[in-house]
């Protein structure tokens, strides 16, 4: 019988890695505006360990604060995967894989699609933008969410590898 201590610290070694992997893919990716695999990570960290899911994500909140700061930029990552994460969490695992892969690619693609709208309101209430000023900030970011959406939808297609990867590191029953 393992001990509860080992399991919670190995644990804790995992959804750090797993936080520090969405960071890395962050970095990796800078170079391509708003591609980058930190949004089919945190779905498939989502499927294996539901609500546990958040201890990763916000080691990558973490991550990126003690990157770039701290400052204004870096609070609407606070909030912002939260519809992802709630969307990829409410999927019934009893469906069939592909209906699943589907939907995670869909709400993987929306989540690119209206990510500057997710960060509007923070943009909005730190620079002091009026209602016209928040709607023609985010249509002028319109083509970068495009390009988010174009990026996680074609990254979309690693979800189910990926958490097929990691249950089988967890020794889990694909989900």
Request: aromatic letters at 16%; proline letters at 6%; hydrophobic letters at 60%.
């Amino acid at each position: 019988m393992k001990s509860p201590y080992i399991e919670r610290t190995r644990r804790m070694a995992v959804f750090a890695l797993l936080g520090a992997l969405a960071f890395l893919g962050d970095v990796i990716f800078e170079g391509l505006p708003n591609v980058h695999p930190v949004a089919v990570l945190i779905a498939a960290y989502t499927v294996v360990y539901g609500v546990r899911a958040l201890i990763p994500i916000y080691v990558y909140v973490f991550l990126i604060g003690l990157s770039w700061g701290f400052g204004a930029f870096w609070l609407p990552y606070l909030y912002v995967w939260l519809p992802l994460f709630l969307l990829i969490h409410i999927i019934p695992r009893r469906w069939p894989t592909f209906l699943r892969a589907v939907l995670y690619a869909a709400v993987c693609t929306m989540h690119g699609l209206f990510f500057g709208i997710l960060w509007a309101p923070a943009q909005a209430l730190m620079l002091g933008f009026t209602f016209r000023q928040t709607l023609a900030w985010i249509a002028a970011g319109l083509t970068f969410d495009i390009g988010h959406a174009v990026g996680n939808a074609c990254a979309s297609l690693l979800i189910v590898p990926i958490v097929r990867i990691l249950c089988a590191l967890e020794k889990q029953k694909t989900r």
